[in-house]
């Protein structure tokens, strides 16, 4: 649990904190009445867009790390080529 928290970001645990707090208020002032499902279902809202948040931020970061990997292959490719065409640009001088 402390690892997914770790993880997310100040804006949905600020917002995880408002959400739980005032469900639980309306629980306390409103009781187990019909309002009830209506704050639970807010409740659960709020957790799915910032479950769905978190999840777009691990691709986007998984995403990422690809790109790096695939620049720096080129990078490496583009040297090796560099180093290939030196010895031809010497024999062409001569």
Same mark, same amino acid.
């Given at each position: 649990?402390?690892?997914?928290?770790?993880?997310?970001?100040?804006?949905?645990?600020? +917002? %995880?904190?408002?959400?739980?707090? =005032?469900?639980?208020?309306? =629980? @306390?002032?409103?009781? @187990?009445?019909?309002?009830?499902?209506? !704050?639970?279902? +807010? @409740?659960?809202?709020?957790?799915? $867009?910032?479950?769905?948040?978190?999840?777009?931020?691990?691709? +986007?970061?998984? %995403?990422?790390? #690809? $790109?790096? =990997?695939? @620049?720096? &292959? &080129?990078?490496?490719? &583009? &040297? =090796?080529?560099?180093?290939?065409?030196?010895? !031809?640009? %010497? #024999?062409?001088?001569?």
């Amino acid at each position: 649990m402390l690892r997914h928290i770790k993880n997310t970001d100040p804006g949905s645990i600020a +917002v %995880i904190t408002i959400t739980f707090i =005032l469900f639980t208020a309306a =629980l @306390f002032i409103k009781g @187990f009445t019909h309002d009830l499902l209506l !704050e639970a279902a +807010v @409740f659960l809202v709020s957790v799915k $867009l910032i479950i769905l948040s978190y999840k777009t931020n691990q691709s +986007v970061k998984a %995403i990422q790390d #690809k $790109l790096d =990997l695939i @620049f720096n &292959e &080129e990078i490496r490719l &583009e &040297e =090796l080529v560099t180093a290939l065409r030196k010895p !031809e640009s %010497i #024999k062409s001088k001569r």
